[in-house]
């Protein structure tokens, strides 16, 4: 016994993931926010061998309002009251410091994934929808900046929907690239993936707004599990590269509950270059 005990201890941590308990409870009436959203991911990763499961903090004032102006920080509070006791602004807070967690393990050049919720790519610098409210990505990498570890980035958005937020604070910033590809099925997908990989310059870190609701079996009907694992993996051999190995994922989108912890592990794994 006190032999396979050891021998478990030495199997190497191949992603770590980002998330906390209370992410379980519905915080609002959006999909989501829904009941059952984040079950199939906490379990198959939970079980998953050599996957660890590290629990965020929420953010500071300060972390969020690197991406969002004082308006928008105070209206999501006084919104966040109304929802079920408080618990929607905590739980933002928990989605964009677990993103921050998850941005700082991806620097060491230590693949990891933020299974976070709520989603944020919709949330601009004073404003928000989609059922986002934070923007995850965007407060992710300004922590990395602000701290000096980071000076460019490049942010895969392969959400069903066009993050309008990551657009709005992170657009136009000198060394930051956003890309949303937009094409049918997966052969077209992820040629595309791969030709936009192939033009980019060397960045610092590469990121993925990690939208599952383009699944063939979720709203955008487009993409096989498998098509996510090589996506994965594409980043991987884009972070080993260009960016020495720092790559992650924060979750957004993605609404078949039940498939949704096959989708995130199967990323996961590409994540790997598995």
């Not at 308006?71 to 919104?79: A, G, I, M, R």
């Not at 601009?124 to 986002?132: M, P, T």
């Not at 383009?214 to 996510?228: I, K, V």
Request: aromatic share 10%.
């Amino acid at each position: 016994m006190a032999n396979r005990e050891k021998w478990k201890w030495c199997i190497p941590i191949r992603v770590k993931i980002i998330y906390h308990p209370l992410m379980l409870q519905p915080y609002d009436s959006t999909p989501a926010g829904a009941p059952g959203r984040l079950e199939s991911a906490v379990e198959i990763l939970s079980k998953a061998t050599g996957y660890e499961l590290l629990t965020s903090e929420p953010a500071t004032d300060e972390q969020i309002l690197r991406a969002h102006g004082p308006n928008h920080l105070e209206s999501v509070k006084s919104d966040g009251e109304f929802m079920r006791g408080g618990l929607l602004f905590e739980m933002a807070a928990l989605a964009a410091g677990g993103a921050i967690l998850t941005g700082h393990i991806a620097a060491r050049g230590e693949p990891a994934f933020g299974l976070i919720r709520p989603p944020g790519h919709h949330a601009s610098r004073n404003s928000y929808w989609g059922f986002c409210y934070h923007n995850n990505i965007a407060i992710s990498l300004l922590d990395l900046e602000n701290k000096g570890i980071i000076k460019s980035a490049f942010v895969l958005d392969f959400d069903l929907h066009i993050g309008d937020g990551n657009i709005d604070i992170l657009g136009g910033k000198p060394g930051y690239i956003i890309s949303n590809p937009r094409s049918q099925g997966d052969d077209a997908y992820l040629a595309e993936v791969g030709q936009i990989l192939d033009a980019a310059p060397d960045v610092d870190i590469i990121v993925a707004s990690a939208g599952f609701d383009q699944y063939e079996n979720d709203w955008g009907g487009n993409l096989s599990t498998d098509a996510f694992r090589q996506i994965g993996k594409m980043m991987h051999d884009f972070a080993m590269e260009r960016c020495e190995g720092r790559r992650y994922g924060l979750l957004e989108g993605g609404y078949n509950f039940q498939d949704l912890g096959t989708n995130v592990y199967a990323f996961c794994e590409g994540l790997q270059g598995r």
